[in-house]
Structure formats: C-alpha cells, structure tokens
C-alpha cells in the first residue's frame, strides 16, 4: 500500500504543477459502424447510441509520461445520447502497465485491465494488434502520412 500511495503521488504532483501529462503520446484511431442491437446490451440504463450508431476503436503508445514509464493502451468509445447530450462512453479498455491501469481504473474511472499490445511503429507505417486471455481485441495498420505538430 505504500508502495502505491508513493507511485500516486507523483503523478498527482506533477498534474497539479501544471506540467505536461504525456509527451510524444502516439495514437491510431477508427471511427467504426457498431451494430445498434449487439452495442446497446453494452449500454447502461438511460444510455442510447447516438446516432449513426459509431465508436472510436484506438491503440495508444505513451512513451513518456508522469504515470509511469513506457506503456500502451487500447479501447473502445461508444458514440452515445443520454436526453439532449451527446457523448462517448467506454464499455472496454486494455494496458500493459499495472500502475497506469490502477491510475486510469480507481481515479478517472475507466474500465481498465490487463492485456497484450502489440505496436510496431517504423516511422512510415504502424501495426498495432491487442488481445486480453489468448482473445485477439483488434487488428490495426496504417501507412504514416505528414507529422502533426
């Protein structure tokens, strides 16, 4: 528990200092069609899918960041609609760095655990693959156009 208590701390102080909280975080994203029936038992109550039904399926790499040290990431943000508002909602998230999974998990919330991530990044083209259990969760590859600053 100290050694936890000890982790949490600097990533906290640093936030509260104002300093960056990931540096040169490298993502692949896909905004995809979800079939409405089978997306919907994900939902909680209340929650409906905005319409076109949608998510954005991602692979992340952080390489430098005041959480802990290199880590990747993967998921899924449901499109949604609760009354007039529209947002995303995250029904699956996966990570291979315990620390940041307790951080993402106990303080923001999000439904993270365990798995492999796979990311190749060669400065042209990115393939990025994740499973949890021996379960393959996504398959991705993109070719690299112009750097964004």
């Known amino acids: 528990m ?6 949490l701390r600097i990533p906290i102080g640093l936030a509260s200092l104002g300093n960056k909280l990931y540096h ?7 905004v995809v069609e979800v079939d409405e029936k089978a997306m919907q038992r994900w939902l909680p109550s209340g929650m409906k899918l905005a319409q076109p039904a949608r998510a954005d399926l991602f692979c992340a790499y952080f390489p430098d960041n005041v959480y802990t040290g290199a880590y990747h990431e ?3 943000f449901v499109h949604i609609k609760v009354g007039r508002k529209y947002g ?3 029904p699956w998230m996966i990570l ?5 999974m307790i951080i993402g998990r106990e303080l923001l ?4 655990k365990l798995g492999n991530i796979r990311w190749d990044n060669d400065g042209s083209r990115i393939i990025a ?3 949890r259990r021996g379960t393959a969760l996504l398959d991705m590859e993109a070719t690299l156009g112009e750097v964004l600053q």
């Open 24 to 30: 040169n975080a490298q993502y692949l994203t896909a």
């Open 96 to 100: 291979d760095d315990d620390r940041a």
């Open 2 to 7: 100290n050694q936890l208590i000890k982790d």
């Open 109 to 112: 919330g999000y439904p993270k």
């Open 129 to 131: 693959n994740a499973s």
């Open 88 to 90: 995303i909602f995250c």
């Open 74 to 76: 993967a998921g899924l």
